[in-house]
């Protein structure tokens, strides 16, 4: 049986990690177009984790899994660091993470569809107030002005939460790192496509831009992804690790602040105090009306 509370550490390590890259990725974008970007992310990431195979290793899966690790590098890498890094070009950092934080909302509908996993119905009208969030977000500057950066971080978002289903199926069978490493892989090598506008790029980059490059590729991309597989892996529910996704906004708009000078606008504060509404509602308001009722029972 999966342990309760052993993957808490993997999961939060991953959030420090991955909410750095909203931050780094929008300094990056100062240089780099998106799609270069997102193949020169996880060409370090991939060669970062050869490296790291050399200590540990990593099986090759059978002929009948194959599918599911293409499609893990598809969703999870490929369409999301594009859909990810055009989005995140028309945004600030603190907006975009809002955005990929509606991720569990996503990941645990689908999960109710593909594995069965029940809902409370509070639960479902968190999801409600947070997608209600993302609304403000979107159409607060006018009913007819949606910013299509906030449409293709909601196509990553929709991508990152097919992969979370998919990573979850895969660590019935694999290791978390197997799962992780190989999809980061195939990812890569549909990514190489952008190549050649990489190389151009790349020639004149500055230093400084060059370390935003490498500190994306091996935290929050090789480290990172490698730590979340292992929190599903030891997890009993995707939204048990997902959850943890709800404190990134807050984490990435801190490190924005302090690192990239960026402000939060009207819209992302209340559209962002909206969403965080329903993740409180989703993860805490059932248990807090269960103490309540314990104390009152005590009391009595």
């Not at 569990?104 to 479902?124: D, G, N, S």
């Not at 997608?131 to 950066?149: E, K, P, Q, Y």
């Not at 895969?170 to 980061?184: D, E, F, G, H, R």
């Not at 807050?250 to 993740?279: H, S």
Request: positive net charge.
């Amino acid at each position: 049986m999966k342990s309760k509370c052993n993957f808490h550490p993997f999961a939060l390590s991953t959030i420090l990690f991955w909410s750095s890259a909203f931050v780094f990725t929008r300094l990056a974008l100062q240089f780099f177009t998106p799609l270069p970007l997102g193949f020169l992310r996880y060409f370090i990431a991939s060669l970062s984790l050869v490296i790291f195979t050399l200590f540990v290793k990593i099986k090759i899966p059978n002929k009948k899994d194959i599918k599911w690790f293409i499609l893990a590098g598809f969703f999870g890498f490929f369409l999301y660091m594009i859909a990810f890094n055009l989005g995140s070009a028309t945004v600030t950092a603190s907006t975009s993470s809002i955005i990929i934080a509606t991720t569990p909302a996503i990941t645990t509908l689908l999960a109710r569809v593909f594995y069965k996993e029940k809902l409370k119905i509070m639960q479902y009208i968190a999801v409600i107030i947070e997608f209600t969030g993302v609304s403000v977000l979107t159409l607060m500057n006018g009913i007819f002005s949606i910013n299509i950066g906030l449409i293709w971080l909601l196509l990553a978002s929709a991508a990152l939460s097919i992969y979370n289903l998919l990573q979850r199926k895969l660590t019935k069978t694999y290791s978390a790192i197997q799962t992780s490493v190989i999809s980061i892989w195939f990812g890569t090598i549909m990514l190489i496509i952008f190549l050649p506008a990489s190389v151009a790029e790349i020639k004149t980059a500055p230093v400084i831009q060059l370390l935003y490059i490498a500190i994306l590729g091996i935290f929050p991309s090789a480290i990172a992804y490698v730590t979340w597989a292992y929190a599903f892996s030891k997890a009993q529910k995707s939204s048990f690790v997902t959850n943890y996704m709800f404190i990134t906004p807050l984490l990435t708009t801190i490190m924005g602040r302090l690192i990239a000078k960026e402000t939060p606008d009207v819209q992302t504060v209340i559209g962002g105090i909206i969403i965080l509404l329903g993740m409180f509602i989703y993860n805490f308001l059932d248990k807090i009306v269960l103490i309540i009722i314990k104390t009152r029972k005590n009391v009595a």
